[in-house]
């Protein structure tokens, strides 16, 4: 009898706590808040399992942090950002764009690349392209242009998040139940974004991606179809 897609994913998930040398895993966002917001589980199972995970922010927010006046919002939106990967144990990185007026040009292009390239990732989650919000869409093309540009030395995996991302059919996935609680701290770390507005949208689809895999709760991706693969948490 063929094992279940749970007894492989688990056996999977053994062979990769077995592996002795941690991967390094970037996760991309357009924003601070939308690697939280789309793989924080992900995120606390990888750096639970003894994998180097950094989040990678194109910009700090500048553009909207509530009630609070314009020229904080970098300030206030670097610390949350900064909280939330301390929940999930990860380091932050920004690429210093400007929120909501993100730049995909030859420079920008080359900026980011290096930047990526200098960690030496072995994978690096992003944003699906199709999205409403510009800053999303460009930090989706500055990556995929870096992993060209890398040979596709590294896997690229894309996300998705609330209300946002459209037309996205994942293949894989990954089961969040057991941390669901660390999510949820990392994404109310981002306090000025008011998550009570999206959180639950972002529980139903993680509700609903556990309905097509099995699980509680589970996060949903989908590689490039020229990217190697990494064992999923
Ligand atoms: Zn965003």
Redo the contacts with the bound molecule.
């Keep these: 009898m063929p094992p279940t897609r749970r007894a492989f994913l688990a056996s999977a998930a053994l062979a990769l706590r077995a592996d002795p040398s941690p991967l390094k895993i970037i996760f991309t ?3 601070p ?2 690697p939280a ?1 789309g793989c924080a589980g992900t995120i606390a199972r990888y750096a639970d399992l003894g994998h180097e995970v950094a989040i990678l922010y194109l910009n700090r927010g500048e553009g909207y942090c509530g009630t609070s006046p314009l020229d904080r919002c970098a300030q206030i939106r670097t610390a949350e950002a900064q909280k939330a990967c301390q929940i999930l144990k990860a380091r932050p990185l920004f690429a210093d764009q400007i929120d909501g007026r993100a730049v995909v040009d030859q420079p920008h292009y080359e900026t980011f690349s290096r930047l990526l390239t200098a960690e030496a990732p072995d994978a690096v989650f992003t ?1 699906w392209p199709i999205d409403r ?1 510009r ?2 869409r460009a930090v989706s093309a500055l990556t995929l242009d870096a992993f060209f540009q890398a040979n596709k030395k590294f896997a690229l995996y894309y996300y998705e ?1 609330a209300e ?1 991302t459209s037309m996205f059919t994942p293949g894989d996935y990954v089961d969040i139940s057991k941390v669901e609680p660390r999510r949820r701290a990392a994404c109310y770390a981002h306090v000025s974004q008011q998550p009570d507005k999206w959180y639950p949208k972002q529980v139903e689809i993680t509700r609903f991606r556990g309905a097509e895999s099995g699980f509680a709760q589970a996060e949903a991706f989908l590689p490039h179809k020229e990217s190697k693969r990494i064992p999923l948490p």
């Design positions: 966002g357009g924003h808040g939308d917001c944003q919000h800053d999303h998040v946002d």
